[in-house]
């Protein structure tokens, strides 16, 4: 099992930056690829980012595409998830997440762990 635990969240301005950090301990070494993901107040979890720690290959939801980064540190087992150019419905609780799957995924299925969650709030 891995625990998760993400910080870094807070609240800004529209057209501000966050970066968001994942501190990733216990069985890392079973994992092959992380992700982000959000829930907004009344609807559902959706996919952010994704990248495999092998060769850093990542993959980006449309709507944050351009505007966030997605990066890993393996060697302090951190995940960093840099945004950009904040908007209102960016608003959130963010999710790092843990997968054994060696492709970096959009699929919240194949996450296998999960953290508590960071509250970001973007104002207009």
């Known amino acids: 099992q891995v625990q998760l635990v993400e910080s870094g969240g807070g609240l800004v301005q529209a057209g501000g930056s966050l970066r968001l950090s994942c501190a990733a301990s216990g069985r890392t070494f079973s994992y092959a690829s992380m992700g982000w993901f959000r829930r907004a107040p009344g609807k559902e979890r959706e996919f952010v980012a994704s990248?495999?720690?092998?060769?850093?290959?990542?993959y980006y939801a449309n709507s944050v595409k351009g505007r966030f980064t997605i990066s890993t540190e393996k060697g302090k087992n951190r995940l960093y998830l840099q945004m950009n150019s904040l908007k209102p419905e960016d608003t959130a609780i963010y999710y790092c997440a843990a997968s054994t799957w060696a492709s970096a995924s959009s699929s919240s299925e194949r996450y296998n762990s999960w953290g508590q969650g960071t509250q970001v709030t973007v104002s207009s």
């Open positions: 990248i495999d720690w092998s060769g850093g290959s990542t």
